[in-house]
DNA sequence: GGCATATAGTGGTCCATACCAAACTGACCA
DNA sequence: TGGTCAGTTTGGTATGGACCACTATATGCC
C-alpha cells in the first residue's frame, strides 16, 4: 500500500495502476464508488494533485468517470460506440422487417491492446476473441461490427460455429449459458464480478 | 490575445481553444513548434499549471506532441490505426496475387465528430465524408476500410463514381488533381497548408 | 410531517513554487 | 578541427494551498 518515491515510475502512475488492478481483480465493482482525491492523497501521503493526475488517467482510458459532489465511479466495461450504434441497427432493421445476415470479416484470438483491453477492465495482453462481421438487410451490406470477447471465457468459441449463419449470442447462451438480453451487455456479462468468478 | 477572468469558460480551455483555432488557420504548421509552457503562461499571464492544462488537452485529442527538452509541436493529421492497417492489408493481398474488389457498406456526407475532426484538424461540424467499403480478395471479405475526407476537399465526389469499381485515390487523382502515393499520405494531402490554400 | 437552512464532502479549476532529466547552446581547450 | 563541459531551455513530476459549484446529509423551524 506505499509508494516507491525513489522509482523512476512517477507517484501517480503507481496510484493509477494500483487502482486499475483493483479494478480489473473485481475489487472495486462495475459502479463502485472509488476513494475520492483527498481520499487517496491522505492514503498514499501525496498532494491532492498527484491523487487526481492518478484518477484523472484511469478516467482518460474509460475504466472510471467522474461527477462533481459525488465522486469517481467504475465504469461499464463499455465497448467503443461502434458497436452500440451497429445493434441499433440491428433493431431499426427487425422493425422494417428485412431478413438479417451476417458475413464474417474476421475472427480470430489476439492479445488485447491496450485499448481494448482497458474497456473491458483486463490485464494487457489478455487473449480475445475477435468476431468481425458486416450485418446485411436483405442482401446489401448495412454496418460491420466488430466484437471482443475475453478467450477465456469462451474457450473455442471460433471452432465449429459458422458466424454468418449462428447468431452469436445464441452460441454464447446455449453453449456457454450465458442468458443475454441486449447485444451491447454482453460485455459486462463477459467481465464477472469478484463474486461470480470465485464462485 | 487576452483571456477572460470572469467567463464560465476554463482559462486552460480558452488557451486551447485559442491554439486549436490556430493550428486549423494554419497559423501554425504541421510540425511547427507551439510556444512554450512557460512562453505561454507570461503571455496569458497565468501560471505554468494552467498552460500547461491546454497543451495537454491539444496532445490528448491527437493535435499536438510533445518532447522533453525540445517543445510541442503540431502532429501530422493521421487517421487512426485502422486506415494503416487496412493499407498494409492491400499490400499482402497484391503480393499473394488476389483478386482485389470493394463493396462500399457506406457512403455519405457527415458532420465531423469531435475526434474525426481534431484528428484532420478541422473546425468542429465540417462537413466530410465517410466512405465505409469492405475489402476483398478473390471474393473473400477480407477487412474494412474507413475513410474521412474534408468534403470541401472533393466536392461531389459521391455522386457519379460506384467506388466499389473505382480506385478511391484513382478518382482523387484523375478528377480533383491529386498525386497520391501512398493511401495513409492521403489525409496529410488532404489538409493543404497555409500555403497551398493561398496559392 | 414537511420545508428551508446550514454543513460537510466532492470534483474542477487555478495559483506559486520547486526539482528532475533530456536536449540544445556556446564557450573553452586539446 | 573536434570534443568536452557548463549553462539554458524544455516538458514531466510533485507539493500545498485556495476558491468554486454541485451534491447529499443533517439540523432546526414552522
Chains 1, 2 share one sequence.
Not at 493509477?16 to 472509488?34: F, H, P, T, V
Not at 484523472?56 to 465497448?79: D, M, Y
Request: hydrophobic share 40%; net charge neutral.
Amino acid at each position: 500500500m506505499t509508494l516507491h518515491h525513489d522509482s523512476p515510475v512517477p507517484l501517480y502512475v503507481q496510484i493509477k495502476d494500483l487502482l486499475q488492478q483493483q479494478i480489473e481483480s473485481g475489487a472495486y465493482a462495475i459502479g463502485a464508488r472509488l476513494p475520492s482525491e483527498r481520499e487517496l492523497a491522505r492514503r498514499f501521503g501525496v498532494s491532492r494533485m498527484t491523487a487526481r493526475q492518478a484518477l484523472q488517467s484511469l478516467a482518460q482510458e474509460g475504466l472510471t468517470s467522474s461527477r462533481v459532489g459525488k465522486g469517481t465511479f467504475v465504469s461499464p466495461p463499455r465497448i467503443n460506440q461502434e458497436l452500440r450504434t451497429l445493434t441499433s441497427f440491428s433493431e431499426d432493421m427487425r422493425e422494417r422487417g428485412m431478413a438479417p445476415s451476417s458475413r464474417v470479416v474476421r475472427a480470430e484470438v489476439i492479445p488485447t491492446d491496450r485499448e481494448i483491453g482497458a474497456r473491458l477492465h483486463l490485464a494487457p495482453k489478455t487473449e480475445i476473441i475477435l468476431l468481425s462481421r458486416v450485418r446485411l438487410a436483405d442482401g446489401q451490406p448495412l454496418a460491420l461490427e466488430t466484437t471482443h470477447i475475453p478467450a477465456h471465457l469462451c474457450a473455442g468459441l471460433l471452432e465449429g460455429h459458422d458466424f454468418s449463419r449462428e447468431s452469436l449470442y445464441e452460441v454464447l447462451r446455449v453453449h456457454y449459458g450465458w442468458n443475454l438480453v441486449w447485444a451491447d451487455q454482453m460485455m459486462q456479462a463477459c467481465m464477472p464480478s469478484a463474486a461470480e468468478r470465485s464462485a
